[in-house]
Nanobody, 118 residues
Framework: QVHLVESGGGLVQAGGSLRLSCASS????????MGWYRQAPGKQRELVAY???????NYADSVKGRFTISRDNAKNTVDLQMNSLKPEDTAVYYC????????????WGQGTQVTVSS
């Protein structure tokens, strides 16, 4: 029902910045939580950051102070500004929409590759 498309990934040097964008086919206001996850080589998918419909944000300790999640309700997009990138940030980044009303539902994008070189 909800289609998510990530964009903005690429190759950057350590210390550089990237801005990821997640475009939703539905109003992001219909999602209780919009989040960014990532899966690094040899690792399980992990939560990077999320933003609630009320605007509350949360970040993984590893990215706190470097990444910023934001949303544009008019454009139905959720962005992840990534600064001071480190090689350990290298991963496929996935957008997630969580709808908690009634029966909880999760929707995922196809992911966008972020590679940070030393």
């Amino acid at each position: 029902q909800v289609h998510l498309v990530e964009s903005g990934g690429g190759l950057v040097q350590a210390g550089g910045s990237l801005r990821l964008s997640c475009a939703s086919s539905a109003s992001i206001l219909s999602a209780n939580v919009m989040g960014w996850y990532r899966q690094a080589p040899g690792k399980q998918r992990e939560l990077v950051a999320y933003i609630t419909v009320g605007g509350r944000t949360n970040y993984a300790d590893s990215v706190k102070g470097r990444f910023t999640i934001s949303r544009d309700n008019a454009k139905n997009t959720v962005d992840l500004q990534m600064n001071s990138l480190k090689p350990e940030d290298t991963a496929v980044y996935y957008c997630n929409a969580y709808l908690g009303a009634g029966i909880p539902r999760n929707y995922w994008g196809q992911g966008t590759q972020v590679t940070v070189s030393s």
